[in-house]
């Protein structure tokens, strides 16, 4: 079975797809996927080994650039290559206007979310298939239960496999034990303070334990190189690419990281961790897997195991040695 599968952002949201291809293919052993993802994303897609084709879109660069001729041709092309192949099925995965745009240059049976559950409701108008999947579900589980629903199977919501191993990310060169600190995310009410970086730094060092700092812009450089200052064990490191981040995160001992689309990653590596949500919830898209635990500032997010893998605990105040002590149980 040929499937065409429209995910194209964000990061978190291409990861948080991966359990339901593992399950799919755990149902359906000769089922193939194409992917239709963001040019920035397309590395993630490519890691499961069910996917065949990686199809680059740029919707978010193409926004800014519709009125240049590069732009039109850019698209003409990408629209062809997502024509170029008849298949069974196209699930939607997003449920958006812009991936409804996608699917419906699409050839084949179009599937997706009906008008009650996708975000943009509009949306369900261009499939041809639907299913019904309740929003309040974590993100992970709504993928599982609408690929179910589409490919008629069960799935077992305690098993979650993202179908990605270790092994595929090597070459990193990082020695001994260590630990990574993503620090870094998209809005500044998500970040933590600089100074319990610096105090859990310090922490770790006491504990014989290395901190490597990835950095993707140039103010979570700056954040780097404070901490790093302030902390003789740690050590900021060039700029890397995806590849090498989740080689990075693959061979770590454990991973501290905020709400970021890289903690994401991390859970899906399988990697132990401790995730932060400081102004937000993790309720509907914490991180997920055996080795993760999320700790939230949220009281009404205080709820343990709301999906396979996911275990959140509250504290009023996220402190270095709040966070120590979960960090302790993940180096044990």
Known sequence: MKVLLVKTSSMGDLIHTLPAVTDARRFCPDIEFDWVAEESFTEIPRWHPAV??????????WRK?????????????????????????VIDAQG?????????????????????????????LAYQRKVSVARDLHA????RTLFAGIL??????????YGLQKETFSGGGHAGPY???LHGTSRREKLWELPEWVRLAGMAGQAGMTVYLPWGNQEERQVAENIARQTANAIV???LKLAEVAALLAQATAVVGVDTGLAHLTAALNVPAVTLYIDTSPVSTGACGDSQTSLTQQP??????????????????LTADVVWSYLQEKLK
């Open 52 to 61: 065949q084709r990686v199809l680059p879109v740029a919707m978010r660069r």
């Open 65 to 89: 650039i519709l009125h240049r001729k590069a732009a039109r041709l850019e698209i003409s092309a990408a629209i062809q290559l997502i024509r170029e192949r008849q298949y069974d099925l």
């Open 96 to 124: 958006l206007i812009k991936s409804a745009v996608i699917t419906g240059f699409c050839r084949g049976l179009r599937c997706g979310l009906d008008s009650n559950s996708c975000w943009e409701p509009i949306a369900a």
């Open 140 to 143: 992970i589980s709504r993928m």
């Open 152 to 161: 008629d199977y069960n799935y077992d919501p305690q098993q979650l496999d």
């Open 179 to 181: 630990v990574v600190f």
């Open 237 to 239: 490191l060039p700029k």
């Open 300 to 317: 009404e997010s205080a709820q343990v195991l709301l999906a396979a893998g996911l275990k959140v605990f509250f504290h009023r105040h």
